[in-house]
Each structure stands twice: as C-alpha cells, then as structure tokens.
C-alpha cells in the first residue's frame, strides 16, 4: 500500500474454541499491537462456558484512535471449524480469512482473500505430546499472523520474555511455536498482506488494562481493608485484582496481612459483611453483578436508612435474570438507583473506562463515608474484562482520603449532646462514631427501624418523615460533591445534543466525529454520576433535542432524568441498544440519521460544528 | 415503650465490680418484651456475666438479627453499640465487623426463627468460619411478633395455639453448630440463670464460635398443654384466649437443679419441662461422643443443658485469614495506600 494512512487501520478477529488456550495468545497479540504504540482496543466475545463452545477475540488497530467496537471484519484468523460459516460471513468485501487447512475446505467466497495455514498438521509434525500440539496451534497462528501482517517479532519476544521471565523453557517452546508459524508462511504465502500494521507512536503515557484489575488497584489505594463478595461473571476478577495487590502491597513481616479477602457463601453475607465492616470502620466493599444486586436488595437498604457507608461494584451484564452472563449492557441504572424497598436512593457512579474505574474506585470511598450511605459504581462487562488501552495513573501528592464525619475520643468529650441521626452541619449529614471510641461517650444503636436523632426506636410519624426529609437533604449535598458531568461543546449554535454514560463513550465519540464531518454538530454530556448534577438540566434545557444513548431496553437513565429532574420528556429521544455487544459508531450514526430524515423539525436545529475535523 | 426511660438514680451502696462499675451500669433500656418473657432473663445474665467479668461495655459490639430476641440487644449494655441488622443476616454483619476489628468482644442475639430458618445458611457459615462471637439463641420454638407460627426449631406434633400439629421436624441447632465444627456449644434454659450466667462467661472467654442455643418459652403464644417448649396458658387464664396482646403479670420460672440431675421444671401452668443437666463425667471435648449423647436424650424428649461441646484447638477465622495483629480498622487508610513510587511499577507493569 502507497497510502500510508491505511496502515494501522482494521479490525482483525480470531475465532477459537473456549478452553483450547487461545486467551492467552490473542492477548499477546494486542499487547504486542499496543507496545508497537498503535491504538488498539480489544473485546473479547466469549461463552458462558468452560470449555468447547466458540469463543472470539476482536482487535480493533485505529492509528486515528476510533476505538469502540466496528462491524465487519479485515482480517479474520478462524480456528473454529463449528463457527467458519459464520466467521467468514463477517469478512469486509476485500478482507482476509486465515484458516486452519489441515482439512482443506472449499469456501464460497470470491471476493475475499482465503489463505489456508495446515495449523494442526505442524503443530502435530513438531510436538508429540497431545496437550502441547493443541496449546502451540495458537502460538503457531500468532507466528504466522505476525509476518502476514508485520507485527514485530521482537516486541512479541520481549513481550514473551517479560511473561516468562521465571520460566525459560516456556519461553523457548513459546519461540519454537511462533517460528514454525512465521517458517511456513516464509515458503508458503506472499507476505506481507495489503491490510498491515506498523510502529507508531501513540501510546506514550498509556497503559492496557482492563477495567475490573483497575477497580480492584483503586480499592487498594483507597485504602480499603475487607473485601466480601460472591463470585459471578463478570465481576470475579475485581475482587480477585484487589486480592492479588493487596497480599504482595500489604504484607507485614510476621507474615499477616493488612486486608481480609472473605469469598461468602452468597451475595446476601457479602453485603453483610461489607456493611459490618463498614460500620466498624474499616473501609470495605463487594463486587457483583445485576442477579447479585437483586439479592443484596434489602441490606442495601438498611446501609441507605442506618446510614453506613458502603461501597458496591456492579459489573453489568445481559439481564434481565441470569441473561446474558458474558455480554455486557447497561441495564441496572433503575435497580441500582432505587435499589431496596420504601424510599430509597442510592448514590452511582458511571466509569467510562477502566482509567476512571481506578478513579472512581477511590472516590466512592471518599463519597460512601462522606455521605454515609451506599455508592454504587456502575461498570459493565465491556469496561470490566476487556482490556483498553488508557492514560496511565497519576497520583496528587496532595490526595486525602475522606474517611467523613466521625468522631473521635476527643470530639466526643467536646460534643455537647452527641446524637447520631442529628443534622448538625444542616447537610443532611449526621456525624457518626466507631465502636470502642470512647469509655463512656458515642455508643448508640444501629438499626433499620425508623429511629429519632439518638438512634432510638421510633414509631412517631413527625420523626419518620424528619428522618426521610434529611435523607433527601443528603442527596442534595451529594449532588454537587459527585462528579460533575463532562460536556463537549462541539457547535455552540446547534440545538441538538447527546447524553451518554459509561462504556459507549467511545462509540459516542466516533460517531460525533464522523456526523462532524457531514457537518452535523451535536453537542455532548456524558453523565458520571447519580444523583444529577443541576448541569445535566441546564444541558438538557439549552437544546431542544437530547438523544439518550443507552444499552438497555427500557431506557432506563433516560426515565430516571424524567423522574428526579425538571424537563421535558418529549424531547429526550432514546437511542437503545441491548444486543450483548459493545456499541458501534455505525449504529449510533443510522439512528441519528434516521431521525433526522424522519422529522424535518430535527433538521432545522442542526448547526454545523466549530471546525470540521 | 422505649418512651420509659430507667430512673438514673443509683444507689450508693450497690455493689462495684473491678472497673468500679455496678450492675446497673450494664444495663440497658426497659424491656418492651411480654412480661414473664424467658428472653428478659436471658438479658439479665447477660449483663450478669458482663458485670461479674468487669468487661468494659465500649469495648463489646452487640448485634442482632429481627425478631422478639433480637431487641433484646438494646436492653442491656448501654454503653456499647448495637447493630439491629437485618432478617436472619446478623452473622454476615457480625463477620464483617469482626474483621475490621478483631479486639472487640462479640455478642451475637438471635432467635430459632432468626437462626433456624431465615439465617440458617448464615449461621452455618459463620460457625464454619470459627467468627469469634458468642451467639446467643433464645430459642421459644415461635414466632412471637407475628403472633404464633411455628418456628423450625418447633418439635414435630407440637401443637400451635390454634392446636394444629407442627408436621414438619425441627432443626437442632446445637447438633448442627457441633457437626459444622463449632468450637464451643451449650444449651441452656432462661430460666436457670445459675448455670446460664457462668456459660455466657465461658463462651466470650472462648476465642471463636460459641453458641449458646438457649431455650427461652414464648409466655404468650407457644402456650399450649403439647408444645415441647412452653406450657398451656389456655388452662389458667382463659379469659385473656382472644386477647392477643394480653399477658399477666408474673415472675419467671426459675429452675434449681445439680450436675447430672434430670429434673421435671414445672411452668407456671403446671406444665413441664423435662431438663438434664450434663452430669460431670461428661466429657465435652469428645465429639462423637458428644453427638451420640444429645441424639439418646434427644430420642427421649429430654432436653440436655449445659456446656455440651468444647474444641480448645479450633482456629479462629482470624488466624486461618493471617490478618494483621492489628485491627484493620486501626490502620490508618493512608498507610493501607501503596503511594506513588508502586504506583509507577504498576503502571509499567500495564505496558
């Protein structure tokens, strides 16, 4: 290719058999991608299942960083003979299918290019041993993918090298495998192809790394000490990512540790246990998923309503039910928003990336003792397991956790009439105090029964709705300390906008850039937190059209915008998508196309952008 | 009727305990519980043994689950904090506070429907868990604030106030604490505070799970001539049958008996409960042993009371954790936070 702004330009997908060993060098592959300082973002599209049904692995390469998800695939490696029908029914006009043609297969398409690599036959020639002949068939592809396409050797060998650094003979049979690849196609094809990759420089300053390692490392800095939870997909490997950090960051010299990991019998004692925690004063959270939020229900409740700070990761995933286990979607903003029974509100927070995972991990420990009550952080399957390629963490020397409004020993003597539930500050917030604080001052009753300032039972109907006017009063505070919406203007005339949260930014961002390009202006608020900053009305009420994109059927933020703020309904216009899939950019460009053809009106409020990009 | 507040006045001439602390001192708010209820007396010991052991009360979490015993947390030991948690969830909330700070005392309240039934899985759990907590059943077979459904630690054919059989068999929760491997478990009666005091004591002295699974009669709903745990009340009073919330005033059984005595304590209504007290031979570390026996009595319909299961060896959740010395709570989270310079590995690491 002459045109050097089609390198680093293609979606490049394998097609594998759960459990073959395939994870780990599909991974390999975009690392080695990503260390060539090419804008990569992976997916990983995979069953819930341990072994035998199809797995796939998508790299999308973009040197002009357009990275959410694309359909239509350049570059297709297929190593599952159960899914070829498929697999090649996605090859782009022009694309690439790489097979295994150890049995040789006649395929019905002449207008890609079909390339047949006798993967199992090698593997067999060169192995002996049957577990090693599967393992080093994706090795082996890998080899052969690099030289087809000039991913560079030596990064891989580095790459290889750092991972096996305690285990040399797993590097040399690694090495072995990538060279029987890269031998055969040396003889056998015409390399490289016409879709390539080459170094670039775009990842000064950028780690890769997925979203729930990056919540479980905040936590960690966070200064989080018990960790209870129940495993389920996809929230597992934050926990697990904390447990990892935690055992080799906060090990003392006996041998014990500063941090207590409790894997609980179900998600019911995960809560519970966080929440005891919590109100003993350790700083303390859960992981889950949507079915894990449904059974955590009523403590969450009694932590909004006693006022304990709590700290929840739920890692969206298909419901509603069991669902859609391995994909992802947005579609607990509602259950985690008025989560439990009676009026309750609980507080959210909407990482986009798996950068502000790491963030927000932190904060919503600041924000759950701060405000006393649970904070939910709202990731998704998309952020949590695949790996992104972020801004690296930075840490402000001048960071201070916010352990909030508690009293020591000496504030205690201090205090004229300590009551828990009072309303000292006028914030809604009361001050609370730790078990064993003092001999004689600060002990009181936690309870979820309506209780007055004291923590004393209550059945006095005046009290009760005191009690519920503060908690509301807290959620005003709570507003202006979450944070604060990001607002792109991109045409400071146009009456159109679009509101966003969490993982389709990167869709989002892409779509705008390409509607830009037609001259369309839209302008952009990605919302970060519940409850609404009052920024979120006054972007609303600047336009006239707000499109709503969500990955949940119901439009669920859309109703909780109409629900808890001023505005008009009619002219928030959903863009929904709950497939299971990570968003395009093409599926947000047809629904916004589409209504802008249907309805003149939207036309005439169209302006251009500031410049066109 | 937590509006009735206790008079402040104490007097000078009541005893001090080595904290220089009376009785009193250990109490907490009025009971709003039936009066002649076995789980007032159940507090009493309670603060009885805190009292007798000087503990200092800020220094012990009280925890509870729902239900008529799990109020009881707020009637004695004022100066400590209480948790009210949620239906059957106390052992969760209690793990989680053990946790962050391993040097409390831990007391556990809950009931047979608390523990048996909503609770069972976190109650099992938690004995497995060896938590360091003195659990304290106050077991009455039924369930008192919703006015008199079995329980399931309600024997088979014991009959409701209406006089319909149980059909369902009951849960033994000191069998079960013993077979999960709880490392100390008794069984009492709140009306023998003589032998329930000193097993409380025994049980915060004990450096894990201790149950004490107390069995605690309902005085107005388990009231019946054929419940295994109460006593006919129809007979005596039976002007006050449709009355619900009626009860008489009265005093709380008592029970005197020697080690190895298997005594008929009769209840208010003449009705009987068939107690045997673990005779001194007994030996509690022995588990198979432990178990065959409770089984025989059980057979029998005796109810065995006592310190029936002791495991001196048993290692508590700590320990099989390797969590700091230290309560985590008293690590400040600055220091929990690995800084910058990790922070710089670590990002690396993600290249």
Known sequence: MSNNSSYNELVLKFANVNGSGSASANTFCAKALFRMGIPVSAKNIFPSNIQGLPTWYEIKISESEQLARRDGIDIMVAMNAQTYDQDINEVLENGIFIYDSSLLRDFKRDDINIIGIPIAKLCADAYTDSRQRQLFKNIVYLGSLSLLIGIDFDVIKQLLSDQFSSKPKLYDQNIKALEIGRQYVKENIKYPLEKQVRKSNKNTNKIMINGNEAAGLGAVYAGASVASWYPITPSTSLVESFEKHAMKLRKNEDGTFNAAIMQAEDELSAVGMAIGANWNGARAFTATSGPGISLMSEFIGLAYFAEIPLVLFNIQRGGPSTGMPTRTQQSDVLSCAYASHGDTKQILLFPSDPNECFYFAIESFDYAERLQTPVIVLSDLDIGMNDWVVDKFEWDHNYKHDRGKVLNSEELENAKDFGRYKDVDGDGIPYRTIPATHPELGAYFTRGTSHNEYGGYTENGIIHAETLDRLERKFDTAKNLLPQPEIIINSPKTKIGIINFGSTTKAINEALNHLSNKGIGINHMRIRAFPFSSKIDEFINKHDIVFIVEQNRDAQIKKLLVNEIDVISSKLLSILNYDGMPLTAQFLINKINEYIEEDTDINQLIAPPIKIV | ?351
Not at chain 2, 135 to 160: P, R, W
Not at chain 2, 168 to 186: C, H, K, P, R, S
Not at chain 2, 267 to 282: P, R
């Open chain 2, 1 to 351: 009727m937590t509006f009735i507040k206790k008079p402040i006045f104490r007097h000078p001439s009541l005893p001090k305990n080595d904290l220089g602390l009376t009785y009193r001192d250990y109490e907490g708010l009025v009971s709003t519980l039936c009066a002649g209820c076995g789980h007032d007396s159940i507090t009493a010991s309670i603060v009885q043994a805190c009292y007798d052991m000087s503990l200092p009360a800020h220094k012990i979490a009280k925890l509870s689950g729902i239900g008529c015993s799990s109020k009881t947390t707020n009637y004695f030991l004022n100066q400590s904090h209480g948790f009210n948690t949620v239906h059957g969830r106390m052992p969760s909330v209690a793990t989680g506070a053990n946790l962050a700070n391993r040097d409390l005392i831990y007391i556990g309240v809950s009931g047979d429907g608390d523990t048996a039934s909503i609770g069972l899985g976190q109650y099992c759990h938690a004995i497995r868990r060896q938590l360091n907590v003195t659990y304290i059943v106050e077991n009455n077979g039924t369930y008192g604030l919703t006015k008199g459904q079995f329980s399931a630690t309600n024997d088979k054919k014991s009959k409701n106030k209406k006089g319909a059989d149980n059909p369902f068999g009951a849960i033994d929760l000191a069998l079960m604490a013993i077979e999960l491997g709880a490392g100390f478990v008794a069984r009492s009666f709140s009306g023998d505070k003589e032998q329930l005091v000193p097993l409380i004591k025994k049980a915060i002295d004990y450096n894990g799970f201790s149950l004490i699974d107390v069995i605690s009669p309902c005085v107005t709903f388990n009231n019946h001539p054929h419940s295994t745990k109460s006593y006919d009340y129809i007979r005596e009073h039976n002007t006050a049958m449709g009355e619900l919330d009626f009860v008489p005033e009265r005093e709380n059984i008592q029970a005197k008996y020697n080690e190895g005595e298997n005594v008929d304590v009769t209840l208010h209504d003449g009705n009987s409960i068939n107690l045997q007290k673990v005779d001194s031979n007994y030996d509690s570390r022995d588990q198979d042993k432990v178990v065959n026996t409770l089984r025989k009595y059980r057979g029998e319909g005796k109810v065995v009371t006592g310190l029936l299961y002791i495991n001196e060896d048993a290692e508590e959740m700590h320990q099989t954790l390797k969590t700091s010395k230290t309560p985590l709570n008293a690590i400040p989270v600055n220091d929990l936070c690995p800084g910058i310079e990790q922070l710089d590995k670590l990002n690396k690491s993600y290249t």
